[in-house]
């Protein structure tokens, strides 16, 4: 067997073609077979790519105890072999950790190729703490399961990762809050895409336009607000007055002094707006 031939795990770009790395794209150019959930789309990369004459193969949930066979046998033979995400890191909530572990169970090598990773990229802008941080992938889809998925995190001061849906955002962020309490969170949309945008906002005030929000959104909800130190009167006081001289309505003034201090809940920091008033007057 030629020991030049691998398994090649490729990141590819999450929207803007500008994410794909030099040795990615080396790395398809040479590759004798490409690995794709979805085979059209891959074929699209490529060719923008300017990536022509290769063969695909689809690898999906449902064929890849079958597919891990066939890969591992051609990788013996001398091919090489690229696994491909439709957008960013391979395996991250996407097939491919079966035939992955095949080959390393039969001594092939695999090697990745690191580049664009959704999460990761959310993590970075989301303004919450960014370790440590557990990736649950996709949420489950019966409430039970959801309900014990948060119980499970619930104690533990890790930022949590997940992707959702645009229809089953709202109900999965009002169980978050129930289970995980008044937490920080962050919404990714559209991400290295023309419209990027990210939502930010506290569990204990969820306000959000459903019909706003197209695709799969990247979600992270931070660690227990209660897990760090409180801020202290004059810091919440020094806000407060930042954003009522704003001219905002009192329940936007609490919604904003809440997202950007800790340990205080919407009722203690309206007390405390109410007394700041009084005093004033």
């Not at 690995?35 to 923008?48: M, P, W």
Request: with cysteine.
């Amino acid at each position: 067997m030629p020991l030049n031939s691998a398994l090649w795990v490729v990141a590819t770009p999450l929207g803007n073609l500008g994410d794909i790395t030099f040795r990615a794209v080396e790395v398809l150019k040479k590759s004798h077979l490409i690995l794709a959930e979805d085979t059209r789309s891959a074929g699209t990369l490529l060719k923008n790519l300017h990536i022509t004459g290769k063969k695909f193969l689809s690898l999906h949930e449902h064929n890849e105890l079958r597919r891990m066979h066939q890969v591992a046998a051609r990788i013996m033979e001398g091919s090489d072999c690229a696994l491909i995400s439709e957008a960013g890191t391979p395996l991250m909530a996407d097939p491919g950790y079966r035939l992955v572990r095949h080959c390393c169970d039969l001594g092939l090598k695999v090697i990745p190729v690191p580049g664009p990773c959704s999460f990761v990229a959310a993590l970075t802008a989301s303004g919450l703490p960014p370790y440590p941080f557990a990736f649950l992938g996709f949420l489950p889809r019966k409430q039970t399961e959801l309900e014990k998925t948060f119980g499970l995190w619930k104690d533990m001061p890790v930022t949590l990762v997940f992707f959702e849906r645009k229809n089953r955002i709202l109900p999965s962020l009002q169980t978050a809050s129930r289970i995980l309490g008044a937490r920080e969170y962050c919404l990714a949309r559209e991400l290295t895409k023309k419209f990027e945008e990210f939502i930010r906002g506290n569990l204990e005030n969820i306000s959000l336009d459903q019909e706003k929000l197209l695709g799969e959104l990247t979600v992270i909800i931070g660690p227990s607000l209660a897990a760090g130190p409180a801020s202290d009167p004059e810091s919440v006081e020094k806000l407060l007055n930042y954003y009522m001289e704003q001219g905002l309505k009192p329940k936007d003034v609490v919604h904003r002094v809440q997202n950007n201090s800790r340990g205080w809940s919407s009722k203690e920091i309206y007390a405390l707006m109410l007394k700041m008033r009084s005093k004033s007057h």
